[in-house]
Structure formats: structure tokens, C-alpha cells
């Protein structure tokens, strides 16, 4: 199945840093040339709610990239700690591993205004890992990422974070509908680095992708905005 673009800029650039003035710097860059800014862990837990709205105040919609594990009312609550965040955040995200009852909690505590994702299982983990930790030998990791991406819809939420490698396998299983957001995502002329599992953006999309996250292609670029441009391009 080959798909086209759900969004008119598909591009999420992962504003790696815990630097205010470096995020700042990009962000008002690519005001024009990417859909979406990703803000993680390394950013949030060094410049927090004031640094996250200095941010998202340049304009461009945020995912916020903090993955919530806990007990239900924990991460229930911690979702609505997070929702008082002003602007709000466009997509928010918890792990799928927390279970049925956790992410319909996490539900409850996120409006439809805000997408609400659940990443599977992390693809730095391997079948060994997976093992290792205690999950079904008889499964691999997709299996059991696959598992995970249906009981993310069950509990009523709007997607999940995956590879591209992926993409088949969750289209054909979730439908066109379920949200998909991907990293591992290469511009063909740029460096892996440390991903391994990559495509480039017109291959993500092809195969399904909504979102592609792209932080070094973009953000290590001698002009970032020209960088996402061209991306965007190759997508049309
Ligand atoms: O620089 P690069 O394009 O590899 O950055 C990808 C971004 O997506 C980083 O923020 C990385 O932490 C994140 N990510 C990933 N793979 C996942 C989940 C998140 O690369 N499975």
C-alpha cells in the first residue's frame, strides 16, 4: 500500500538540547518549514514549564516527548499537570507497557484537542532485551510492539510512536485512522548515526507514516530551515 501525506508538513524536528537559547534559536528558524517541534525529557527537566511555553510560544504546534510509565492515577494526574501547560501541548505521549487501565486513565486526563500517543516497545531494545526482561519468548519485538499498538487503540487513544519497519505491519492491523508517529527517519545524502532501523522521509510516508521526527538531518544542518525544506520537498 503506498499512502501520501496526512499532514500538510508531515516534518517533527526533535529539539534535542537543554538549552533555552539553542531551542529558541531553532524553533524561530523553522517557524515556516516544519509542522511540528519535538521537546523531550533533556529539554522539559531543565528548562520546565517556563522554558516549555517560551518555546511553543514561537508558534510552532509541540509534541512533548516525556513518555509517562506509573500506576494509572499517577500518570492520570501527572497528564493533567502537564495539560495546565500553556499553549498545550499538539501531541503528548505515556508507554503502552503501563497496560490497559493506565492508558485509559491517561485518556481521561487528555482532550481530543490534544493527541494523545503511546510508544510500544523502545526499538533500542532487542529480542534478548525483551527477553531478558521477563516477556514472552515466544514473541519478538514485533509481536509484541503489534500486541501493544492494539491495545493502545482499545484504550481509546490516537496512535503510537513507531519505526518505519513497522508501518506495514501496524497499517494493515490499526487502518488508516491510527496515528503514527516515526522516528529512525533519514534524508538519503545524511549520516545514520546511531539509528539503524531507517527510511528515508518518502519511503516513511509511503508506508504510512503521518509524523516523521527528524532532529540531527534537520538540526545539525548548516541552515536547518533549508534542510526541512528540502525534505519537505522531497515529499511532494
Ligand atoms: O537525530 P535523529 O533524527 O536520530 O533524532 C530522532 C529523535 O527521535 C530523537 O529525539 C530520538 O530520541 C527520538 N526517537 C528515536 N527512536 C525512537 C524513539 C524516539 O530516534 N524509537
Not at 531543565?46 to 509517562?68: E, H, N, R, W
Not at 481509546?156 to 496515528?179: K, M, Q
Not at 508506508?207 to 521526527?213: F, K, R
Request: glycine share 8%; charged share 15%.
Amino acid at each position: 500500500m503506498t499512502r501520501t501525506m496526512t499532514h500538510p508538513n508531515p516534518i517533527c524536528v526533535a529539539v534535542d538540547t537543554p538549552d533555552l537559547a539553542k531551542a529558541l534559536a531553532l524553533v524561530t528558524a523553522l517557524r515556516d518549514s516544519v509542522g511540528y517541534v519535538k521537546l523531550g525529557m533533556e529539554f522539559f527537566y531543565a528548562q520546565g514549564a517556563a522554558g516549555y511555553s517560551a518555546v511553543a510560544k514561537a508558534g510552532i504546534p509541540v509534541f512533548l516527548d516525556l513518555k509517562l510509565h506509573d500506576i494509572p492515577n499517577t500518570v492520570e494526574q501527572g497528564l493533567r499537570s502537564l495539560m495546565a501547560l500553556a499553549p498545550a501541548p499538539a501531541i503528548i505521549n505515556i508507554h503502552a507497557t503501563g497496560g490497559l487501565e493506565m492508558m485509559q486513565a491517561a485518556r481521561k486526563a487528555v482532550p481530543a484537542s490534544t493527541k494523545l500517543i503511546a510508544v510500544t516497545i523502545l526499538t533500542s531494545l532487542s529480542n534478548d532485551n525483551i527477553w531478558a526482561a521477563g516477556l514472552d519468548p515466544a514473541r519478538d519485538t514485533a509481536d509484541h510492539a503489534l500486541n501493544l499498538a492494539r491495545l493502545t487503540k482499545q484504550a481509546g487513544l490516537d496512535g503510537i510512536v513507531c519505526s518505519p519497519l513497522d508501518l506495514a505491519g501496524v497499517r494493515a492491523a490499526l487502518g488508516p485512522d491510527f496515528l503514527t508517529v516515526v522516528p529512525g527517519i533519514r534524508p538519503a545524502d545524511t549520516a545514520a548515526n546511531d539509528q539503524k532501523r531507517i527510511a528515508t522521509p518518502a519511503s516513511a510516508i509511503a508506508a504510512g507514516a503521518d509524523i516523521l521526527v527528524i532532529g540531527r538531518a534537520i538540526t545539525g544542518a548548516a541552515d536547518p530551515a533549508a534542510a526541512a525544506r528540502a525534505i519537505l520537498a522531497s515529499l511532494a
